[in-house]
């Protein structure tokens, strides 16, 4: 059975940092596509961040220069670091893991950033 597990989430003051993980199994994140999505109330679910198998990484152009996003396969976990929050960034964060057609989602983790 795939799963995927978000950790990390929090309450966090403005201009302030936390680290949201994403723990695998099931699947072998190698060879997957890893994607942070984030959804805010009221707002459509948008991607934040991107790291491709081969480590190419792409990013929102909100969280640009704030956001890092990165993956350990060794063990099968992927990571963003969010630096220099904004109440903006007050989501829900989702990890995904895209190979092909097939993607599959965590439960998310309650990222809350208090102005």
């Known amino acids: 059975q795939v799963q995927l597990v978000e950790s990390g989430g929090g309450l966090v003051q403005a201009g302030g940092s936390l680290s949201v993980s994403c723990s695998a199994s099931?699947?072998?994140?190698?060879?997957?596509?890893m994607d942070w999505y984030r959804q805010a109330p009221g707002k459509q679910r948008e991607l934040v961040a991107r790291?491709?198998?081969?480590?190419?990484?792409t990013y929102a152009d909100s969280v640009k220069g704030r956001f890092t996003i990165s993956r350990d396969n060794a063990k099968n976990t992927a990571s963003l670091q969010m630096n220099s929050l904004k109440a903006d960034d007050t989501a829900v964060y989702y990890c995904?893991?895209?190979?092909?057609?097939?993607?599959?989602w965590g439960q998310g983790t309650q990222v809350t950033v208090s102005s």
């Open positions: 790291v491709t198998p081969g480590g190419s990484t």
């Open positions: 995904s893991a895209l190979r092909g057609l097939s993607r599959r």
């Open positions: 099931g699947i072998d994140i190698s060879v997957y596509t």
